[in-house]
Structures are given as structure tokens and as C-alpha cells.
């Protein structure tokens, strides 16, 4: 882990994934991501999968929105105080706010596939 926070704070996105899969062929999704304060992750959603957040280190919020960009929920991650994992729903937005180095494991059913662009929140024609 402490390996793969170095490479996200030196990548331009301030993050950075491992892979857990076996091949690109596997049925699901499994990776390490570590995210460092100031990541920038679009409101989005992944409408053929939930996904499955456990966060092994750091502390972050995981927010959710409803179709016009407005918060409807936010859950503090943190292994310290105990709530450290997290499932949303299939077709919910959501994005994050890191607070200080964190390495998450996510999961999703089905191969990756990019985001789409009907799958990045806009609001009046503005992603947010």
C-alpha cells in the first residue's frame, strides 16, 4: 500500500489503482486504489453494477446525488472510528472527498468498462 500512495502522489490525478484481477477476461471488478487530498473524481454512476468501497486506510466521504447534482447522503470512511465500508447502489451518482492519504478496495460486478459520457453527471450542460 504504501508503495501504491507514493505513485498516486506523484500521478497528475492524485490517484492511482492495482489491479486484483486475474486477467482482463475476469467477470468483476477488484482493485486497490489509493486517493490523495485534491483527487478530482466527476459525479458519476455505473448503471450495470453496484460497487462495493471498503477502506483500508485514511479517512474520506463517499457522497451520493440525485439527478439534478444536489447531496443526498454523505458517509465518513474511516477504519478508526469503525465505518469502513460502503455498497452503492447500482445507477446511484456518488464521488468522494479524500481527507488525507487513503487506499480503498473496490469492487463491481462485470468487466471494466470506461465511463460514459451519459454516466458523468451535467447540470445545465456542466459536468460536475
Known amino acids: 500500500m504504501d508503495e501504491l500512495q ?3 502522489k506523484e500521478s497528475a490525478r492524485l490517484r492511482m489503482n492495482m ?3 486475474n486477467s482482463a477476461d475476469d467477470q468483476s471488478q477488484r482493485m486497490l486504489n489509493a486517493l490523495e487530498p485534491g483527487t478530482v473524481l466527476p459525479i458519476h454512476r455505473h448503471t450495470a453494477s453496484s460497487e462495493t468501497v471498503i477502506i483500508l486506510r485514511g479517512r474520506m ?15 465518513h ?3 478508526d472510528t469503525g465505518c469502513c465500508a460502503l455498497n452503492i447502489p447500482r445507477g ?3 464521488t468522494v472527498e479524500v481527507f488525507e492519504p487513503t487506499v480503498i478496495f473496490e ?21 460536475v
Do not use: C, S
Not at 469492487?107 to 459536468?127: M, S, T, W
Open 107 to 127: 469492487a463491481k460486478d462485470g468487466p471494466y468498462a470506461p465511463l460514459r459520457e451519459e454516466d458523468v453527471l451535467q447540470v445545465g450542460g456542466i459536468k
Open 77 to 79: 470512511l474511516n477504519p
Open 92 to 94: 446511484t451518482w456518488h
Open 61 to 75: 466521504d463517499e457522497m451520493f446525488y440525485d439527478d439534478e447534482g444536489r447531496e443526498t447522503a454523505r458517509f
Open 6 to 8: 507514493a505513485r498516486a
Open 19 to 21: 489491479d486484483l484481477r
